[in-house]
């Protein structure tokens, strides 16, 4: 990420960039725009987008000239029929999985093509027994599209590396296969390798060799076809970057029914204006944020604000977009609309998010750096120091060849896709769905985990926790009479009393009279008994108060944040009811795994403190911030990292979505919005903590899998270069020790098929 400090109140400028291979390309690309002046920019890999903040007027046709110079493509994102935030994620021409993104397209055809000219040719260069009479010459027919045309990607990459006095695996992945291809061309038009019923014998014996029997056509393909396929699922998971935009942006009501000279008319939610008054009945979401003119509710804004308890409003409240009405009949006059509105607002936070997300530099890459120029230069030493002792030209080259080819990263092009192949497997296995690479690194540094309190430690769902009775009223008398009251109802709160006085009492009785008291609760006959279930004030209205210990009792609950209901009948107060957002059954255990694995829980919420703390001490955790707004949670996050620390976010909801993209590492419940899901790193399809230990957990060692894939794969290289620069190798060994380093780096993926997950019992 770019250091430069940015322009005072300059704008942004977005790119979509094309042509990027790897992390160096994007650190690159970065480098190029900071060092022009007053520029500062961001270039993320994952979402193939530059992020640039430029003086005013500053002309962006200029940031693309400079990309286009260092190599790659840039664009402006394509303009939108609305005003609404870039919901594609995918640069230019994608659709929402990237499956029409044309360099995806062919990086998928370029792989289906590879694997059905290679297998072939590596059996057959492996296999004596299939070494028919010019075998030779249809290895070649096979290996040459391969090549050419499969491995074009790695040799334009190579070529722009050239022009701007770099390397990375994409150099040597050309460099070795054209000169494996080259010296096969030489071996079969002008040495022995082209002589009809040639074979590649089994001897492992060091012996010099001129090389020109010596074809190298399945190494070369071989090491196309295993990397093209490390690419292309390595690009098509993070193609993913933008769904969560597209997700949160379909939350909002399609239509909604605008009040226009008395009468009701149903439009379509984008002609609908500031300043136009609209009907939301029960069960319908909100269609964009507003005042309510009249009417009185509850609306569920679990959704967007992660509040478990329903907010009640009235006129003159406000009311926020995508929100759902859960009681009675509402008129709303629309504030904000189209880009203005909050959900619109949390979009552009996601997507902020996304393209100043840190990405880590890929292990491979970073050896690259180094590894790639030693072989070049390695090889011409060898290649000198043959000539200079006086033996034939055809000698020299073979051993300079040799030396490149036997570099030639085959088992590199394996150590990170089946590691994460096995590892990603085993995951889906346990409910834990890891995105891509990128991810693995992010879980070895992390040190703070933020925990969203509702969906993620808690249930989410409001649940009936006490029952306190007046003394001489009967407990199971008292639920049930309030129970059958609030069955009535449409509020979540009366639905949580009806569902536990229904457990309790089976069925129960149907008020004989029902009726809704606006703000205050309910009132009706059941029984023949004139029920009031509400808020204390209800019951105040008809002389009804409730006795000390259960006034006591009442102001207990709520100091532990918890809703309480008072209800009573017949002229006298009998009891409260408590209701609450409850902890999970493993959330503690999973705290406490958290910390073993070094990890600092924080709880996060915007329920009130008293709430938060509540749930805080019950799970184990020290630290909470609580009563933040939704579109303040990224912020949180932020200002954790800018205080030096590595975050991880949990979270289920929508309004987690931004935190999650922000987060170094975003983990969603399943359970939740698929907003949250796909702003996130890992999905956990489980819904309770102890998935995010197994996480954690299964990512770091997935990483280190990789990481010992990759010292093995790069050691076989490293040990065979001295070998192939004495001119020693023939081409059965270079086979043999390609094959090994691969079944090696497999066998050792294949391990993390042994994990096992957390269960209570072992938590």
């Not at 002046?37 to 992020?51: F, H, L, P």
């Not at 995105?435 to 925990?451: A, N, Q, W, Y």
């Not at 009706?524 to 008994?529: Q, S």
Request: charged share 20%.
């Amino acid at each position: 990420m770019s250091t430069t400090a940015p322009p005072a109140g300059g704008p942004s400028v977005e790119l979509d960039i094309g042509g990027m291979t790897c992390a160096s390309c994007a650190m690159r690309i970065e480098k190029k725009l900071n060092k022009l002046d007053g520029i500062a920019a961001t270039v993320n890999y994952a979402t193939e987008k530059a992020k640039v903040t430029v003086p005013e007027g500053y002309d962006p046709a200029l940031l693309i000239a400079v990309v286009e110079k260092t190599g790659y493509t840039a664009a402006l994102p394509l303009p939108k029929p609305t005003q609404e935030p870039d919901v594609s994620g995918q640069g230019q021409g994608q659709g929402p999985d990237g499956a029409d993104n044309p360099e995806l397209t062919s990086l998928r055809n370029r792989l289906i093509a590879s694997v059905l000219l290679t297998v072939p040719v590596i059996a057959m260069a492996m296999i004596p027994a299939l070494q028919f009479t010019n075998w030779q010459w249809a290895s070649l027919t096979l290996a040459a599209p391969v090549i050419v045309w499969a491995a074009l990607p790695f040799h334009r990459a190579a070529w722009t590396n050239l022009k701007h006095a770099t390397a990375t695996m994409d150099t040597l992945i050309s460099m070795g296969t054209i000169a494996a291809f080259l010296w096969s061309l030489y071996a079969l038009f002008f040495g022995t390798a082209g002589t009809p019923g040639m074979k590649h014998p089994f001897e492992l014996t060091l012996a010099p060799s001129d090389g020109a029997s010596n074809i190298y056509l399945e190494v070369a393909a071989g090491v196309t076809m295993f990397i093209l396929a490390g690419r292309y699922f390595e690009k098509r998971s993070k193609r993913q970057a933008g769904a969560a935009l597209r997700a949160l942006l379909e939350l909002g009501a399609k239509e909604v029914s605008v009040l226009r000279g008395g009468a009701e008319t149903k439009i379509p939610v984008e002609d609908l204006g500031a300043g136009d008054e609209f009907v939301v009945r029960p069960g319908e979401k909100i269609a964009t944020d507003g005042i309510v003119v009249s009417g009185t509710s509850a609306v569920d804004v679990s959704m967007l604000t992660g509040e478990s308890v329903p907010v009640e409003v009235g006129a003159g409240d406000p009311v926020t977009g995508a929100t759902v009405n859960a009681g009675g009949r509402l008129v709303v006059r629309a504030t904000r609309v189209g880009a203005d509105t909050q959900l619109a607002q949390m979009a552009r936070l996601v997507e902020d998010a996304q393209t100043g997300k840190a990405e880590v530099q890929r292990l491979a890459d970073k050896v690259s750096g180094v590894f790639v120029p030693v072989v070049i230069a390695i090889a011409v030493a060898a290649l000198g120091a043959w000539l200079g002792a006086g033996f034939p030209v055809t000698a020299a080259f073979t051993a300079a060849v040799a030396v490149l080819v036997v570099a030639c990263p085959c088992a590199l092009g394996l150590a990170t896709p089946t590691a994460l192949l096995v590892g990603t497997g085993r995951g889906a296995q346990m409910g834990v769905l890891i995105k891509g690479p990128e991810v693995l690194e992010s879980t070895r540094k992390v040190d703070t985990v933020v925990l969203d309190k509702t969906g993620t430690v808690t249930t989410g769902k409001m649940t009936l926790v006490d029952v306190v009775a007046e003394q001489g009223t009967d407990r199971g008398e008292l639920l049930r009479l309030a129970g059958a009251l609030e069955n009535s109802s449409e509020h979540p709160i009366a639905q949580a009393v009806a569902l536990a006085a229904t457990q309790e009492s089976g069925p129960l009785p149907v008020p004989e009279d029902f009726a809704n008291v606006e703000g205050n609760g309910v009132q009706g006959v059941v029984d023949g008994h004139a029920v009031l279930v509400g808020r204390v004030s209800l019951l105040a209205e008809w002389s009804l108060h409730l006795g000390p210990e259960t006034a006591a009792a009442k102001t207990r609950a709520e100091n532990e944040g918890r809703t309480v209901v008072a209800v009573g009948w017949d002229g006298e107060a009998r009891g409260v009811l408590m209701v609450a957002d409850t902890v999970k059954p493993t959330s503690a255990a999973a705290v406490t795994r958290l910390k073993d694995l070094g990890l600092t829980p924080v709880l996060l919420t915007g329920d009130n403190e008293a709430v938060a703390r509540q749930i805080a001490t019950e799970v184990g955790i020290d630290e909470v911030i609580a009563e933040v707004l939704p579109k303040d949670k990224a912020d949180v996050v932020s200002r954790l990292q800018s205080e030096g620390r590595t975050v991880a976010m949990v979270g289920d909801g929508v309004n987690d979505a931004p935190a999650l993209a922000q987060a170094d590492l975003g983990l969603a419940m399943g359970t939740g919005t698929d907003v949250a899901i796909e702003a996130s790193d890992i999905t956990l399809v489980r819904g309770d903590l102890l998935s995010a230990v197994d996480a954690i957990r299964l990512s770091r060692q997935t990483l280190s899998t990789i990481k010992s894939n990759l010292f093995w794969a790069f050691a076989y290289n490293v040990a065979a270069i001295p070998v192939a620069a004495l001119g020693l190798l023939n081409p059965m060994l270079a086979g043999a020790a390609m094959a090994l380093s691969s079944v090696f780096v497999v066998g050792n993926s294949l391990r993390l098929r042994r994990f096992r997950t957390i269960t209570t019992e072992t938590a």
